[in-house]
Every structure is written in C-alpha cells, then in structure tokens.
C-alpha cells in the first residue's frame, strides 16, 4: 500500500511556495555564517543556510545568497565578487543567537559584527577576518559565481582550516565529533536543531 502523498508543481502551481516547501523538506542543513569586506574595509556577517561542501579536490565550497527584492545582489555576494574571497564561520550552539541577529537588514557598510557586539579575528591565507570565537573558519578564494534564474551560487575553494584545539585530534587529523556540536537549520523560517544527539552506522566493506 502506498501512503498518499500530496503534489508540488515549483515551477508553475507552488512557484511561490517553493524556498518554504524546500527549506523545510532538506534538513538539517549546515549553516554558513559568512564574513566579507565591505568597500570602505568594515565587515559583513550574514548567515546562509544553502550551503554545503562540494568537493575534496580542489576543496570546494557553495553557498547561494539570495538577492534582494528587485533583484539586486545582496551584501555579502557584492564583496565576494569585489574581493575575490569570503570565509566560512562555523556556528556552535553558543553563538546561535548571535549568528541569527546577524542576518537583520543593516545598511550597507555597517557592520553586523559591531552591531552584534562580536569581534573579527585575523585570518590566515585571506584578508577578510573570521569571526572570534567560533570553533571552526573556512577561508576562501572565490571560484566563480554562477547565475542559474534567480539563484546565484558563490562557488570558493578553501585555502585554510581553523579549527579550536578542543575539537581537534593533532595525531590523527581528525575533528573530534564527539565534541563538535554545530547548530543546524531544520523548517523555515525560524527552526534550527542541535547536533549532539548522534548514532554510528558502519559502511559495507
């Protein structure tokens, strides 16, 4: 027997319901709580949960800032074509609450992190800072943007990993999962979830 299911045309019918119907459905999903330079050198902070890891070799990196209303990008793809480069902040359950207030509309040049009272930190191989105190930075060239409809993807290929000592085994080069807890993005528009709960599935040799 097979249970009914109910039908969604994106392209036509539900159109307009599309990123509620799909952000709730593809969950969880990792969250990149993106910096980049703005033009006059201050910093933007803006979360996005269309992001993922694409690839090892070259490491690569996607995430999908939506434009604005009207069709102009947003802040944060502007520097990342600008500047050539962005970085990936990781979130932990700590800072959830600051990575959220982060994606409030402020005008551009102002920065989210003074707004939030967060501090940038220097990076390493790029010039844009990370964001002090999370466990984990992703600092990226920028690849390309590609424009797909209304989408556009910032494809960037990792030049360095910051990961905090505490979740990190230096031995074996492996983040220690047992203490990496990274809040995740679940139903929209304000659903998130806690990654502790976690359960090992051995692959078939």
């Known amino acids: 027997?097979?249970?009914?299911?109910?039908?969604?045309?994106?392209?036509?019918?539900?159109?307009d319901r599309a990123y509620p119907i799909l952000s709730s459905l593809v969950t969880?999903?990792?969250i990149a709580w993106v910096t980049t330079l703005n033009e006059d050198g201050s910093v933007n902070a803006a979360p996005f949960s269309f992001f993922n890891v694409f690839g090892s070799k070259p490491p690569l990196v996607i995430f999908a800032p939506g434009n604005r209303e009207g069709g102009e990008p947003k802040d944060t793809a502007r520097n990342c074509e600008r500047e050539g480069e962005f970085v990936v902040n990781l979130v932990s359950e700590e800072m959830a609450a600051a990575m959220v207030g982060t994606a409030a509309g402020l005008a551009y040049g102002e920065s989210e992190l003074a707004a939030g009272g967060l501090e940038p930190?220097?990076?390493?191989?790029?010039?844009?800072?990370r964001i002090a105190g999370v466990p984990a930075a992703l600092e990226c060239g920028l690849h390309e943007i590609?424009?797909?409809?209304?989408?556009r993807l910032v494809l960037g290929i990792v030049r360095r990993?910051?990961?905090?000592?505490?979740?990190?085994d230096a031995e074996t080069l492996r983040v220690r999962g047992e203490l990496f807890h990274p809040v995740g993005r679940m139903a929209s528009p304000d659903?998130?979830?806690?990654?502790?709960?976690?359960?090992?599935m051995r692959r078939p040799d």
């Open 161 to 168: 990993v910051l990961v905090e000592d505490s979740i990190f």
């Open 121 to 129: 930190a220097d990076s390493v191989a790029v010039r844009t800072p």
């Open 28 to 30: 969880p999903r990792p």
């Open 191 to 200: 659903w998130y979830c806690r990654t502790r709960d976690l359960y090992e």
């Open 1 to 15: 027997m097979v249970d009914a299911m109910y039908e969604l045309d994106l392209l036509n019918e539900h159109a």
């Open 146 to 151: 590609q424009r797909v409809g209304q989408n």
